[in-house]
């Protein structure tokens, strides 16, 4: 059990601080894994940016996700999933387009006119505060292996056990604190779980600061 987004941060960034990569960088998953982010990209020293990724809901159930994309794409689906609701790609595609608008609206308000970090040739950790499907963050790893980064790591403080096994065919390395076998959900391994704004995300990023290598 984890006190908060920001004690999940601090127990991850000690795991993370013995992985003495050479050119790290620190991207977030927002909103909720900037707070576990900034705490690890505090502790490392190392520049702190975001990778926006949106759930694509199956139609009706907006909770249930059943696929993840990126601002600009290709979207990736759960497949079975697919399958067994009886759904298509095509008869999804104005919801994705309506995630991507939505991705695209978040990349400016919170990164504004600065460019994305080069993620080439960097040691990247990609950070959220917990796994349940896992479809946003192979969503966001898939996009940054394209990037041609050194090496790219998943970190995360709690993931369903299953997330956790797939997702290491898309990076170097998944690392997660705690995989319990009754997972649930996210937000039960964590005593204090708000739902984190726009505002505290701008406000966390901008905390990073210049001279922890964000952009400017």
Excluded at 65 to 71: E, F
Excluded at 83 to 93: D, I, P, T
Excluded at 151 to 179: H, K, N
Aim: with cysteine; proline share 8%; charged share 25%.
């Amino acid at each position: 059990m984890f006190r908060d987004r920001r004690d999940a941060g601090e127990r991850l960034a000690r795991v993370l601080e013995g992985q003495n990569k050479p050119h790290p960088l620190v991207l977030a998953l927002p909103r909720g894994g900037v707070p576990v982010a900034e705490r690890v990209a505090g502790a490392l020293g190392v520049p702190l940016d975001i990778v926006v990724v949106r759930k694509i809901p199956v139609p009706g159930s907006p909770e249930t996700a059943i696929g993840a994309t990126t601002a600009e794409g290709p979207p990736l689906f759960d497949g079975r999933a697919l399958n067994l609701l009886g759904l298509s790609e095509e008869r999804l595609a104005d919801t994705v387009e309506a995630e991507q608008a939505e991705a695209r609206r978040r990349v400016r308000a919170y990164r504004g006119g600065a460019p994305e970090l080069d993620v080439a040739e960097r040691d990247v950790f990609v950070v959220d505060d917990g796994l349940a499907t896992g479809m946003s963050a192979r969503a966001a790893l898939t996009a940054l292996r394209e990037q041609d980064p050194a090496s790219l790591v998943l970190a995360v403080p709690v993931g369903a056990p299953s997330a956790v096994r797939a997702l290491a065919d898309v990076c170097d390395q998944v690392v997660c604190l705690e995989t319990p076998s009754d997972f649930g959900a996210v937000s039960l391994w964590y005593e204090e779980f708000p739902q984190v704004s726009d505002e505290e995300v701008l406000a966390l990023l901008g905390r990073a600061g210049p001279d922890e290598g964000r952009a400017p």
